[in-house]
């Protein structure tokens, strides 16, 4: 049936007014789930741990499947094809690598934390190719949002504090990590200066611009050197991918100078820099410097409006844009040389470097400041030696993920207990072998591949700049483990990807939905297996033995490789002192997993005469310094010489 001309031209007419409110619902919708799934990483301890996992990947996989079911146009381009088929790649042969493990169970664990980024990029992409933007947003409004929080944690101590015993007086709630909250905090500076300099909405770009204040004062309070210097080289990618340098230097230091001027004040104050300072002192300093952060964060808003109004009504001819962006580059050229002929040449300046990198740590002390500027490695050189080793051992396939604990334990010369190298890079090439190496390096690498095409977005620059920060950083730490700040690589890594996407795959939505629901399934078996475990502890909380057995079989059942539910069981009949049961189920633990030294110290613990003596044994060659071991020795010569009568 055809329709009058003057029918035609009005619905074509209300279709093109109601497409601009549907792409902003749209925009609005992809902005708050972004947001919503990284904080809720971020405050589920980072998502460092596999209780987080199952549900936060269902969360992704569902979101990923809404995108395709209800987007009109809904499709996924080759680039971002192509990064979720790399993540995949990388998550498989993580799963294939527990044949071959160690420790199969830590293998299956890294393997469900690699789901998770799958599930991730899928929804990402999906949502990505038509609201790119709205997802660097809310990656954006969730690292403030953390960030944010964990400031307040300095500047409430008396409602939000309580030092941790691990990271002492640096910032590190809700993460966890102080390195890893100082990274998130580089990234949102980053994306926080884009947003400032770039962004369409005038409100959008003033909450930028007041963000890098907060932002920029917990980056310091984490006391994190290396999220400093990958701010530094988020910055330089960030004036290199972004077209309009000049306008980012403007926002720089225009707004920036707040941010500094922040770090500054917050450097003087005693109390909030100095670890054991009275709590009454921090309160007091806190509440003040409270009021200071607002009233800098609103100068940089107010600062960013105004520079907005100039750029509208004046514009620099392209040779004075020239001649300011040669000035600046000349600047930098000219502190390079003065700073070479003052402290030496670039190669003596790298040399001490390094001494100061492999060197320890100086004596601890009070204040915190000097903790910024020295670059000692703090053990990694260490670590990297070890891992090396086990890549030496294990050339082609690796020892399986997650498998490096096992190999630090044995052959370190230290006794700081370490799960992960502080280098992403070495560790995948240790556990999985060039292949993974490979797969990780395609995944990773594809976003920057995609740069020449995605700077001409306006926030393409940012987004860059954000990601190299975090490739930068995990060359030094385990950013990769906490779910919260890989996430938000993972979103910059999309933003780029699909910005520079223009062909549609021919598949618009049933390969990617088939996937979507595939990763669903998985996700709601990793959940089972997490709640089954639940269930175990709380019949071992209430003392129910038999219900913990049986949760322990239904457990095992969905996780045969897992020593987790039989280890749990033995540790708590081993405290309730019901040794037979505890050396029964224990056993089973170990006909999984052999190589645990803590297992093998379980059972010594519930045994006796030589059983007792090859326990200790397998434990000496497993973990040679372990202080758990020479505790429970010196405990029984403490027994024995009390039974003798000994002194």
């Known amino acids: 049936m055809s329709h009058p001309p003057a029918v035609s031209r009005l619905a074509v007419q ?3 007014a109601a497409r601009p409110r549907s792409d902003a619902s749209r925009r609005l919708v992809v902005a708050a789930a972004t947001l919503a799934v990284i904080v809720a990483a971020g405050a589920a301890r980072g998502g460092y741990f596999p209780g987080s996992w199952g549900w936060l990947a269902l969360a992704c996989s569902w979101l990923a499947g809404m995108t395709l079911v209800l987007g009109d146009d809904a499709a996924i381009g080759r680039a971002g094809a192509a990064l979720v088929l790399a993540a995949t790649g990388l998550g498989a042969w993580t799963l294939v690598s527990t044949v071959w493990s160690v420790n199969p169970a830590q293998t299956a664990l890294e393997a469900q934390r690699v789901l998770l980024y799958v599930a991730a990029l899928l929804a990402l992409v999906a949502a990505g190719r038509r609201a790119g933007s709205a997802i660097l947003v809310g990656t954006w409004g969730a690292t403030a949002l953390l960030a944010g929080y964990g400031l307040l944690t300095r500047l409430l101590p008396e409602r939000l504090g309580g030092n941790d015993a691990i990271s002492g007086y640096r910032l590190s709630q809700p993460i966890g990590y102080w390195n890893a909250l100082g990274l998130l905090a580089a990234m949102g500076c980053l994306l926080g200066i884009g947003l400032a300099a770039r962004a369409r909405a005038r409100v959008l770009r003033a909450l930028a611009a007041a963000s ?9 309070f984490t006391y994190s050197r290396g999220a400093w210097i990958a701010l530094a080289g988020g910055a330089i990618a960030l004036l290199l991918a972004d077209r309009a340098r000049l306008q980012m230097l403007s926002v720089v230091g225009g707004s920036g100078v707040w941010a500094a001027a922040a770090v500054w004040l917050a450097s003087r104050d005693r109390p909030l820099v100095t670890a054991g300072a009275p709590l009454a002192a921090r309160s007091h300093d806190g509440h003040r410097l409270l ?5 800098l964060a609103v100068g940089g808003a107010v600062t960013t409006l105004a520079l907005e109004a100039l750029e509208r009504r004046v514009a620099l001819p392209r040779p004075m844009r020239r001649l300011v962006v040669g000035a600046l580059i000349s600047a930098v050229v000219a ?32 204040d915190l400041n000097s903790r910024l500027f020295h670059l000692s490695s703090n053990g990694r050189v260490a670590q990297w030696d070890v891992a090396w080793s086990e890549a030496q051992a294990h050339p082609w396939l690796g020892s399986g993920a997650g498998t490096y604990e096992r190999y630090w334990t044995r052959d370190r010369h230290i006794p700081s207990k370490v799960r992960d190298v502080h280098n992403l890079y070495l560790e995948v090439l240790a556990e999985l072998g060039p292949v993974g190496l490979g797969l990780l390096v395609a995944m990773l690498a594809l976003p920057l591949a995609m740069l020449v095409r995605s700077r001409r977005r306006a926030l393409g620059g940012s987004a860059a700049g954000a990601y190299v920060a975090y490739l930068l950083h995990v060359t030094v730490d385990w950013d990769w483990e906490i779910g919260a700040v890989t996430l938000v690589a993972l979103a910059c890594a999309a933003a780029l990807v699909t910005a520079a996407d223009v062909r549609p795959l021919r598949i618009r939505r049933r390969g990617p939905l088939a996937f979507a629901v595939v990763l669903a399934g998985l996700s709601l078996f990793v959940i089972a297996g997490r709640a089954e475990l639940g269930r175990e502890s709380a019949a071992v909380a209430r003392g129910d033995w038999a219900g913990a057995a049986h949760a322990a079989r239904r457990t095992s059942s969905l996780q045969p490789w897992s020593a987790e539910p039989w280890q749990l069981l033995g540790e708590a009949e081993l405290s309730a002192g019901r040794l037979a049961a505890a050396r029964h189920d224990l056993g089973r633990a170990l006909d999984r997993d052999a190589g645990s030294w803590e297992l093998w110290l379980d059972v010594a613990r519930a045994s006796d005469g030589r059983v007792r003596v090859a326990a200790m044994n397998r434990v000496r060659r497993l973990n040679p310094l372990s202080p758990e071991l020479a505790a429970y020795v010196a405990s029984l010569q403490s027994l024995s010489r009390i039974q003798t009568g000994q002194p």
Do not use: E
Request: overall charge neutral; cysteine-free.
């Open 212 to 220: 890098l204040v907060p932002l920029a004062l917990a980056l310091y």
């Open 335 to 366: 502190t390079g040389i003065a700073g070479s002929l003052t402290y030496g040449a670039p190669w003596t300046l790298a040399h001490r470097g390094w001494h100061t990198f492999s060197s320890s740590l100086p004596a601890a002390t009070t």
């Open 291 to 295: 009021i200071v952060v607002l009233v």
């Open 14 to 16: 209300v279709d093109a």
